[in-house]
T-cell receptor, first 115, second 112 residues
Framework: GAGVSQSPSNKVTEKGKDVELRCDPI?????LYWYRQSLGQGLEFLIY????????KSGLPSDRFSAERTGGSVSTLTIQRTQQEDSAVYLC?????????????FGQGTRLTVV | SQELEQSPQSLIVQEGKNLTINCTSSKTLYGLYWYKQKYGEGLIFLMMLQKGGEEKSHEKITAKLDEKKQQSSLHITASQPSHAGIYLCGADPTGSNYKLTFGKGTLLTVNP
């Protein structure tokens, strides 16, 4: 596709369940970013992937959160044993090189609701 | 940690009016980003400012970074309904180019 695609667009899950959020970046973009946006905390950095380099996971809020990027393309963010405070919109972005500027494009996000 | 405070939190203006949104940092800014977000959509990059006193414009939107690099303002001239959305300022406290800290956003409504 022409843009960054995220799926599902909406996800409602029960507390304690695991969820997987998917991000399909723009083809050829080596940099991929995950952010989340919640009512209480605003927009927060989660993790960054750049090519084959080790990702920067410093923004992941707990060890229940993990992310991987297979083949330098699709990325999956996994949240284990979900909690209500995990409810947020999870945004993914990609860019051809390291830069969150005009070259970076965001997906529409996955709205996660933990009940 | 660097904190960004945006004001106002929300703003309602009549079409054609000018408006200003402010972003104040607790520390010196080494890269200030402005984004726009519409409901159900991702972020759209507007501008990035780095130098004290810098000013950039894109169509009817102008952003400035003050000389002390602790405050930025976003000014919209002759607002239109298409300008409606949430405006977010972001800072790059470590110079990483990816690990941004954001303000809580300003919700702009433009009434026709």
């Amino acid at each position: 596709g022409a843009g960054v695609s995220q799926s599902p667009s909406n996800k409602v899950t029960e507390k304690g369940k695991d969820v997987e959020l998917r991000c399909d970046p723009i083809s050829g973009h080596t940099a991929l970013y995950w952010y989340r946006q919640s009512l209480g905390q605003g927009l927060e950095f989660l993790i960054y992937f750049q090519g084959n380099s080790a990702p920067d996971k410093s923004g992941l809020p707990s060890d229940r959160f993990s992310a991987e990027r297979t083949g330098g393309s699709v990325s999956t963010l996994t949240i284990q044993r979900t909690q209500q405070e995990d409810s947020a919109v999870y945004l993914c972005a990609s860019s051809p090189r390291l830069a969150l500027n005009t070259e970076a494009f965001f997906g529409q996000g996955t709205r996660l609701t933990v009940v | 940690s660097q904190e960004l405070e945006q004001s106002p939190q929300s703003l309602i203006v009549q079409e054609g009016k000018n408006l200003t949104i402010n972003c104040t940092s607790s520390k010196t800014l080494y890269g200030l980003y402005w984004y726009k977000q519409k409901y159900g959509e991702g972020l759209i990059f507007l501008m990035m400012l780095q130098k004290g006193g810098e000013e950039k414009s894109h169509e009817k939107i102008t952003a400035k970074l003050d000389e002390k690099k602790q405050q930025s303002s976003l000014h919209i001239t002759a607002s239109q309904p298409s300008h409606a959305g949430i405006y977010l300022c972001g800072a790059d406290p470590t110079g990483s180019n990816y690990k941004l800290t954001f303000g809580k956003g300003t919700l702009l409504t433009v009434n026709p």
